[in-house]
């Protein structure tokens, strides 16, 4: 594996069985990722994206091949390993429920941190909190925040905790047109300016402008441009 190689899938297929059989939904997918790389996955609904993007974090298993991140061969690790990958070398952004609603802006950027018993950054996160227009809104509940402000501190923790690999599907699903731009803003620019290496799941082609790279999902395949 080349050094600057952060993902590295191989030939990876998964087969979902249900009670009425087995669905196929990827097959022979093959993918090499550079560190810094702002990957968008487009594919029809029902192709697949949300697959590919469960089994590069670890939230499932492959039916057959194998997925390196970090020089992590997660295609190998049992659902505890997969567990401990997920916490260190994986950033989520979803498109709902990013935000624990219990805990406020800041205790919820702190726990990945507390999780992986990592020291906190004070000045780091007010820094940033300040550049996504958050500052007034750290010890706020999420209930109290826009949807616009929910998704940028969801950003902000997936970041700030520096995992290996952020995955985004569909973030801005929700967002009005002016808050999406944001959104799709702040990880380009933390893609280009902070060499994070981001997979962004989006059913908007235009928004897909900004990425180093745009896959699409197909036919349980991987078209790449
Ligand atoms: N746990 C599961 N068990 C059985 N089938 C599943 C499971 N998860 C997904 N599928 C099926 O796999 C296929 C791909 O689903 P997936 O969620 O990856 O699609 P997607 O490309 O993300 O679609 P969308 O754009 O609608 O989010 C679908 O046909 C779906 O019904
Ligand atoms: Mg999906």
Redesign the pocket.
């Known amino acids: 594996m080349k050094n600057d190689i952060v993902v590295e899938v191989k030939d990876v297929s998964k087969v979902y069985e249900s009670s009425s059989g087995k669905i196929p939904v990827l097959n022979g997918v093959s993918l090499s990722i550079k560190k810094g790389e702002f990957v968008g996955v487009v594919g029809d609904s029902g192709s697949g994206?949300?697959t590919l993007l469960n089994l590069l974090g670890g939230m499932d298993s492959v039916s057959s091949g194998t997925i390196t991140v970090a020089g992590n061969v997660i295609s190998e690790y049992d659902d505890k390993q997969r567990t401990l990958y997920r916490r260190k070398n994986v950033g989520f952004i979803f498109q709902d429920y990013n935000l624990i609603n219990e805990l406020t802006v800041y205790e919820n950027i702190i726990l990945p941190f507390q999780l992986k018993k990592k020291e906190i950054k004070e000045d780091l996160i007010d820094k940033f909190l300040a550049m996504l227009k958050l500052e007034e809104k750290k010890n706020a509940f999420p209930m109290q925040l826009s949807g616009g402000e929910q998704q940028r501190a969801a950003i902000l923790r997936a970041l700030l905790s520096e995992p290996d690999i952020i995955l985004a599907?569909?973030p801005t699903g929700n967002l009005d047109s002016k808050n999406t731009q944001i959104v799709v803003g702040l990880l380009q620019y933390f893609s280009e300016h902070m060499g994070k290496t981001i997979f962004f799941?989006t059913h908007n082609m235009a928004l897909t402008k900004g990425c180093s790279r745009v896959i699409t999902v197909k036919d349980g395949k991987i078209a790449t441009r």
């Open positions: 994206k949300t599907d569909e799941v």
